[in-house]
């Protein structure tokens, strides 16, 4: 079965720094990954999305991942957080071959970004 | 947009009743699902529906169950709530078979408390 680790609970980060999020995922051959954003008292909202093609996909808000076969890992990025960026991040990875060709997708427990002024 | 929508933001229930979770999406999306979301413990999958009057387990389907009696709505009943299934559950739909690529659209969550 696949796992997601996000290996940092909670990320403190001020104003206009730069933040990264990090995601391991144990090892397959072909998976499709993905971040979502959980702003506070909402559901999740899809921020970016990689399937194939270029291993750096961008996406909402000035956020950016590297794709990272041979470490396994999708690290999501901004160069210079808001106030507004505060809320949770979670990795998730769709393993059809896991997941018997559903496609369900495996989540992350979830990072807390929280940017302070 | 695709747009979730669950009937309540917050739910007070006490122990014992049975409680019914709303979720309809305006996309005529195949796929739903409900999760429950905990500190510390993400999300974890309930129950999911590819069609009509179908339904599949999830990792933690007990106490639970789910009704699909038409294509944009996917209930999650309580059957006798307990304590601990104070929580907050998250439906969410996408499309079928490569189009899960698009990834999950998800309602705002329903934060269930029981007393």
């Known amino acids: 079965a696949q796992s997601v680790t996000q290996l940092d609970s909670q990320v403190p980060v001020f104003e206009e720094a730069p933040v990264e999020l990090r995601c391991n995922y144990s090892s397959s051959v072909s998976v499709y990954l993905f971040w979502y954003v959980q702003y506070p008292n909402q559901g999740l909202q899809l921020l970016l999305k990689?399937?194939?093609?270029?291993?750096l996909v961008k996406g909402i808000n000035g956020f950016e991942a590297e794709f990272n076969k041979s470490q396994t890992s999708f690290h999501l990025r901004k160069p210079s957080v808001h106030i507004s960026d505060t809320a949770e991040y979670f990795c998730?990875?769709?393993?059809?071959?896991?997941?018997?060709?559903?496609?369900?997708?495996?989540f992350g427990r979830g990072t807390s970004l929280i940017v302070h002024p | 947009d695709v747009k979730v929508t669950q009937s309540s933001r917050y739910l007070v229930k006490r122990t014992g009743e049975k409680v019914f979770l709303e979720c309809v999406q305006d996309?005529?999306?195949?796929?739903m699902f409900w999760y429950r979301q905990d500190p510390g413990l993400g999300l974890r999958l309930i129950y999911f529906s590819y069609d009509v009057k179908m339904k599949e387990k999830g990792d933690i389907p007990e106490g639970y169950s789910v009704s699909r009696e038409k294509k944009e709505r996917f209930s999650l009943i309580l059957e006798s709530a307990s304590t601990n299934q104070t929580s907050m559950y998250l439906c969410?739909?996408?499309?079928?078979?490569?189009?899960?690529?698009?990834?999950?659209?998800f309602g705002s969550g329903t934060r269930l408390t029981v007393v």
């Open positions: 990689y399937l194939s093609g270029s291993t």
């Open positions: 998730a990875v769709s393993d059809p071959a896991a997941s018997g060709g559903s496609y369900i997708p495996t």
């Open positions: 996309m005529d999306h195949e796929n």
């Open positions: 969410a739909s996408r499309g079928p078979g490569q189009r899960a690529n698009y990834g999950y659209t």
